[in-house]
C-alpha cells in the first residue's frame, strides 16, 4: 500500500508544480526578456551588424599580403609532343593605392556604426510597441474590474428605482432607464473582457510568440510616471539613434568620397613568386622573381571624375541630412515631452474630478432615497460619476502611453538596465 501512495504523491508534487510554473506572473520585465530572445525586428537587425561587421573585414584584407599558389601543365607540338609542369607561390603587397583601400575600411566601419545606429533604433521601437501593449492589457484588465463595479452599481440603482415604482414614487419610463443602464454596463463588461483577450494575443506577438498560456497572469498596475523636469533636448537628440545613424551616412559618404578620388592616383605593389618546372623525367627547374608593380589609371571616359562629382554630390547631401535629423529631433522631443507633461497633468485633473464625482453621488443617492431629488437628476449624476471613472482610467493609460512615447524619442531601449539617454533606470 505505501508504494502507490508514494506515486501518487510524487505525481501530485509534479501537477502542483507546474501548475505553479504555468501561473508564474508575466511582469514587464518578464516581457523584455521573451522579446529580447523572440522578437524577429530584433533579430534582423542583430544580423545586419554582424555582416557590418564582416564588411570591415573584407575591406581590411586587401591591406594585407595576397598569397596565392598555381600550377599548371602544358602539351606543346607538332612533333615530338612535350608536357611541361609548373608550380608557384605567389606574393603581392598592395604599398599604396591613393588612399582608396583605407578609405574603403573607413566607410566599412561608418557602415558599421550605422547598422549599430540602426539596431538601437530598433530596439527602441520595439520598446515602445511592447510598452503599449504592456499597457494596453493592464487597461483592458482593469476596465473589466470597473465595469464591474458599473455593473453592480447600475444594478443597485435598478433595484431602488423598482422598491419606488412599486411604492407609487417613481414611473415605469425611470425602471426602463435603469434596465437599459443595467444592460449597456452588462454588454461593455462582455466587450471589455474580449478585448483583455485580444491584447494579451496582442502583447504574445510584440515578444515573438503565438499566443499567452490561459493562465498566464500579466501583472503590472497603471502607475503614475513623472516626466523629467529639466531637459538638454539638443543633447539628448545628438544621443538618439536617428542622429548618430545620420552622422555615421555622413562619415561614409566622406569615406566614399576619398575612395573615388583615389581613382586619380596609381597603385604600387610589391609582387614576387618562386616555383619549379619541369616536365616528366625532371622537375628540378626552380625559378624566382621580385618586383614594383604600378598600375596607372591615364583614361577612363570620365568615369573618376564623374564617380568624384557623385561622392561630393552625395556629402553634401549627408551633410544636410544631419543638420535636418538633429533638428527634426529636438523637434519630436519638445512635443513628447509637453505631451508627456499634459497627459500627467490630466491625470491630477480627472482625479480630482472623479473624487467630488463620487462625493456628488453618495449626496444625491440619499436625496432621491429620501425623495428630494427627481430621478432626471439623479441619474444624470450617477451617470456623471460612472462617467469621471472611465476619463480617469483612460487618462492614467494616456500618461503611461506618452511615457512610452517620450521613450521612443529619446532612444531608450528597455533591454539594458540604464537608459543611455536620459541617465536614470527605469
Known amino acids: 500500500m505505501m508504494k502507490p501512495l508514494a506515486v501518487e504523491l510524487i505525481v501530485a508534487s509534479l501537477f502542483a508544480l507546474s501548475a505553479n510554473a504555468a501561473e508564474q506572473p508575466l511582469t514587464w520585465e518578464a516581457c523584455v526578456q521573451l522579446t529580447a530572445k523572440n522578437n524577429p525586428s530584433l533579430a534582423v537587425a542583430s544580423a545586419n551588424v554582424e555582416v557590418a561587421a564582416s564588411a570591415i573585414s573584407i575591406e581590411r584584407s586587401v591591406l594585407f599580403p595576397q598569397l596565392s599558389a598555381n600550377a599548371s601543365t602544358m602539351l606543346s607540338g607538332p612533333g615530338d609532343k612535350t608536357t611541361r609542369y609548373g608550380a608557384s607561390l605567389g606574393v603581392e603587397q598592395l604599398l599604396f593605392s591613393g ?65 419606488r415604482y412599486e411604492g407609487g414614487r417613481e414611473h415605469k419610463g425611470s425602471v426602463a432607464s435603469s434596465q437599459a443602464s443595467l444592460f449597456d454596463a ?41 516626466p523629467p523636469e529639466e531637459t538638454d533636448f539638443e543633447t539628448i537628440a545628438r544621443e538618439a539613434p536617428a542622429y548618430l545613424e545620420s552622422q555615421a551616412s555622413l562619415a561614409r559618404a566622406d569615406a566614399q568620397l576619398s575612395v573615388a578620388r583615389s581613382g586619380y592616383w596609381p597603385e604600387v605593389s ?86 467630488a464625482a463620487e462625493i456628488r453621488a453618495q449626496i444625491s443617492r440619499q436625496q432621491y432615497e429620501g425623495g428630494l431629488l427627481s430621478f432626471e437628476n439623479w441619474i444624470v449624476i450617477e451617470d456623471d460619476l460612472i462617467s469621471k471613472n472611465e476619463q480617469l482610467l483612460n487618462a492614467r493609460r494616456s500618461a503611461l502611453t506618452a511615457e512610452a512615447a517620450w521613450w521612443q524619442v529619446t532612444g531608450y531601449e528597455a533591454f539594458s538596465q540604464t537608459n543611455p539617454r536620459l541617465g536614470d533606470k527605469q
Do not use: C
Not at 149 to 160: F, K, V
Not at 195 to 202: A, D, W
Open 270 to 355: 610589391l609582387v614576387g613568386a618562386a616555383g619549379r618546372y619541369g616536365d616528366e623525367n625532371s622537375f628540378d627547374e626552380d625559378y624566382w622573381s621580385t618586383g614594383v608593380k604600378l598600375s596607372f589609371p591615364i583614361w577612363s571616359g570620365g568615369q573618376t571624375r564623374h564617380e568624384v562629382s557623385k561622392a561630393k554630390a552625395s556629402l553634401r547631401a549627408a551633410d544636410a541630412d544631419e543638420a535636418r535629423v538633429l533638428d527634426e529631433r529636438v523637434r519630436l522631443l519638445v512635443l513628447a515631452k509637453q505631451r508627456f507633461v499634459d497627459a500627467v497633468d490630466n491625470v491630477e485633473v480627472q482625479a480630482k474630478y472623479a473624487e
Open 99 to 163: 588612399g582608396g583601400k583605407r578609405a574603403a575600411v573607413r566607410s566599412a566601419r561608418a557602415g558599421l556604426e550605422s547598422q549599430l545606429a540602426v539596431l538601437s533604433g530598433s530596439r527602441s521601437d520595439v520598446t515602445y510597441a511592447l510598452r503599449n501593449a504592456f499597457i494596453n492589457v493592464l487597461y483592458a484588465k482593469q476596465r473589466v474590474e470597473l465595469l464591474a463595479e458599473i455593473e453592480a452599481r447600475r444594478a443597485d440603482n435598478l433595484e431602488l428605482v423598482e422598491l
Open 186 to 226: 452588462q454588454v461593455q463588461g462582455v466587450q471589455s473582457a474580449r478585448s483583455v483577450s485580444v491584447n494579451r494575443q496582442i502583447l504574445a506577438r510584440r515578444m515573438g510568440q503565438a499566443s499567452l498560456p490561459v493562465d498566464t497572469v500579466v501583472e503590472g498596475t497603471l502607475a503614475q510616471v513623472s
